[in-house]
């Protein structure tokens, strides 16, 4: 079962690119140096209006928080002054940031009118969020630059520029030059231009909030912290510093894409360039404790044990059915940038066809009603796909044996209460990527993990 929204409104879904001059960084790759474990999460009415107690636990959650205001001129977040008031009271320091909807110069510069009117004045940072062309006249490079001198009349605070990369660097890669700092979101992997703020998921836990958040990874060696709070004192400032490991549960068989800052295997060699940026099979799994790592994965086709911080797990090939473990939201494009409004949440099975993004560098689930992440990390594949060593499997609910593959109704021969034992001889598979268990006595039964257990 997936959830629609009712709001019009779109959050952002991806986040900007760094202003390297103002660090003297050039405008390109940069070496990556997060010093904060905390979250970064930007919040809209997506998360609802939302509680003083809400606000309270989570100031021990967050290094700041970045709040929506408005969606253009013509519409104004429904919370946004309910919940950057409570920031203000538990002492959380915050940005407020501006979805653009502008057309033109003139609309450009009215929306920055509008926005700064409109938001809290404790707000330590002011963002506009530029990810939809709806420039109809002039350019767009045009309209940023209205919108930030417009900004830069009204405030001397310090100035976000937000967007997804690409887009970034094809409709603003001028005039997002003149802000303070760059927000740039890509969930495959590191930013390949420069950045003071990465949102790298938007699925990140927040106990706090008792859902998931997109979130971000600051660039300290571009700005501090204290940088984006205006030096306020933050949870993080009394935090003693921790390592955070990588996801380390990968399976054998499973599949990773091998990033491209991946310097040195388990052994401390060099892994060479021409071999990062590439999917690989996982062969065999280990335990250990190294850098930010809990596991190595033993990648037969380069002979070597790297760690799991080094790359990104991607369902590969078709499974059918994935089971979430989180929440997901859907997306209307495979490269993950524009959201429908609608989510699948944690538990449901979902069936979609395993397909590579537009990038090259990860794969989606395209579902019946748009596209989610097939990363490892959210969701299993809702069947068993091989067989275990007993070769029995127990019913966890009715079921029934059929005496055809595509289980026809007028198939059906005999139904099996819970809790029996059958008698496996093999896992198929089925062009969908389904699976069904052959029994001892020729019939077939579902391999859906929620019918049967292994």
Same mark, same amino acid.
């Not at 790759?29 to 636990?57: C, F, M, R, Y």
């Not at 740039?184 to 590191?190: E, R, V």
């Not at 930010?292 to 797990?313: E, P």
């Given at each position: 079962?997936?959830?629609?929204?009712?709001?019009?409104?779109?959050?952002?879904?991806?986040?900007?690119?760094?202003?390297?001059?103002?660090?003297?960084?050039?405008?390109?790759?940069?070496?990556?140096?997060?010093?904060?474990?905390?979250?970064?999460?930007?919040?809209?009415?997506?998360?609802?209006?939302?509680?003083?107690?809400?606000?309270?636990?989570?100031?021990?959650?967050?290094?700041?928080?970045?709040?929506?205001?408005?969606?253009?001129?013509?519409?104004?977040?429904?919370?946004?002054?309910?919940?950057?008031?409570?920031?203000?009271?538990?002492?959380?320091?915050?940005?407020?940031?501006?979805?653009?909807?502008?057309?033109?110069?003139?609309?450009?510069?009215?929306?920055?009118?509008?926005?700064?009117?409109?938001?809290?004045?404790?707000?330590?940072?002011?963002?506009?969020?530029?990810?939809?062309?709806?420039?109809?006249?002039?350019?767009?490079?045009?309209?940023?630059?209205?919108?930030?001198?417009?900004?830069?009349?009204?405030?001397?605070?310090?100035?976000?520029?937000?967007?997804?990369? @690409?887009?970034? $660097?094809?409709?603003?890669? !001028? =005039?997002?030059?003149?802000?303070? /700092?760059?927000?740039?979101?890509? %969930? +495959? &992997?590191?930013?390949?231009?420069?950045?003071?703020?990465?949102?790298?998921?938007?699925?990140?836990?927040?106990?706090?909030?008792?859902?998931?958040?997109?979130?971000?990874?600051?660039?300290?060696?571009?700005?501090?912290? @204290?940088?984006? $709070?205006?030096?306020?004192? !933050? =949870?993080?400032?009394?935090?003693? /510093?921790?390592?955070?490991?990588? %996801? +380390? &549960?990968?399976?054998?068989?499973?599949?990773?894409?091998?990033?491209?800052?991946?310097?040195?295997?388990?052994?401390?060699?060099?892994?060479?360039?021409?071999?990062?940026?590439?999917?690989?099979?996982?062969?065999?799994?280990?335990?250990? $404790?190294?850098?930010?790592?809990?596991?190595?994965?033993?990648?037969? /086709?380069?002979?070597?044990?790297?760690? +799991?911080?080094?790359?990104?797990?991607?369902?590969?090939?078709?499974?059918?059915?994935?089971?979430?473990?989180?929440?997901?939201?859907?997306?209307?494009?495979?490269?993950?940038?524009?959201?429908?409004?609608?989510?699948?949440?944690?538990?449901? $099975?979902?069936?979609?066809?395993?397909?590579?993004?537009?990038?090259?560098?990860?794969?989606?689930?395209?579902? +019946?009603?748009?596209?989610?992440?097939?990363?490892?990390?959210?969701?299993?594949?809702?069947?068993?796909?091989?067989?275990?060593?007993?070769?029995?499997?127990?019913?966890?609910?009715?079921?029934?044996?059929?005496?055809?593959?595509?289980?026809?109704?007028?198939?059906?021969?005999?139904?099996?209460?819970?809790?029996?034992?059958?008698?496996?001889?093999?896992?198929?598979?089925?062009?969908?990527?389904?699976?069904?268990?052959?029994?001892?006595?020729?019939?077939?039964?579902?391999?859906?993990?929620?019918?049967?257990?292994?």
């Amino acid at each position: 079962m997936f959830i629609a929204q009712q709001h019009l409104t779109r959050k952002l879904t991806q986040a900007l690119a760094v202003l390297g001059a103002m660090a003297g960084l050039a405008w390109g790759g940069q070496t990556v140096a997060h010093a904060s474990t905390l979250a970064i999460p930007d919040i809209s009415e997506w998360q609802g209006k939302l509680s003083a107690s809400q606000v309270s636990n989570l100031k021990s959650q967050v290094s700041f928080v970045i709040n929506r205001r408005q969606y253009g001129s013509s519409y104004q977040d429904l919370y946004a002054t309910n919940n950057t008031a409570l920031y203000v009271k538990y002492g959380i320091p915050f940005g407020e940031y501006d979805y653009a909807r502008f057309t033109s110069v003139a609309s450009a510069k009215q929306e920055a009118k509008d926005f700064y009117n409109r938001s809290n004045k404790n707000a330590k940072f002011y963002a506009l969020d530029f990810e939809e062309n709806d420039v109809t006249s002039g350019t767009t490079n045009a309209a940023v630059k209205a919108w930030y001198d417009e900004m830069r009349s009204l405030t001397s605070k310090n100035l976000v520029f937000y967007s997804y990369q @690409s887009f970034a $660097t094809s409709y603003a890669n !001028t =005039a997002r030059k003149n802000f303070d /700092a760059q927000w740039i979101a890509n %969930y +495959s &992997s590191t930013p390949t231009i420069s950045f003071a703020l990465w949102q790298y998921t938007d699925s990140n836990y927040l106990s706090a909030l008792g859902e998931y958040t997109d979130n971000s990874k600051a660039e300290t060696s571009v700005h501090p912290i @204290s940088w984006w $709070t205006d030096s306020v004192t !933050t =949870a993080l400032d009394h935090t003693t /510093a921790t390592t955070t490991y990588a %996801y +380390s &549960s990968y399976r054998k068989g499973q599949h990773i894409y091998l990033h491209k800052n991946a310097s040195k295997y388990v052994d401390g060699t060099a892994i060479a360039s021409a071999d990062r940026q590439k999917f690989y099979k996982i062969n065999k799994v280990k335990s250990l $404790t190294q850098s930010k790592s809990k596991q190595a994965l033993y990648i037969s /086709a380069l002979g070597k044990w790297v760690l +799991s911080q080094d790359g990104t797990g991607y369902w590969y090939g078709q499974h059918g059915s994935f089971t979430l473990n989180r929440k997901l939201y859907v997306y209307s494009d495979a490269a993950l940038t524009k959201k429908t409004g609608a989510y699948y949440v944690s538990g449901d $099975t979902v069936a979609g066809k395993v397909v590579k993004a537009p990038s090259g560098k990860s794969y989606r689930i395209k579902t +019946s009603i748009g596209y989610i992440s097939a990363n490892t990390q959210f969701s299993d594949h809702a069947y068993y796909e091989s067989l275990n060593s007993s070769k029995q499997v127990t019913t966890k609910k009715k079921l029934y044996q059929y005496t055809g593959t595509s289980f026809k109704k007028s198939q059906r021969s005999t139904a099996v209460a819970k809790g029996k034992k059958l008698t496996v001889t093999a896992v198929k598979k089925r062009s969908t990527g389904s699976r069904y268990f052959v029994l001892s006595n020729g019939k077939y039964v579902t391999a859906l993990q929620s019918y049967v257990q292994e």
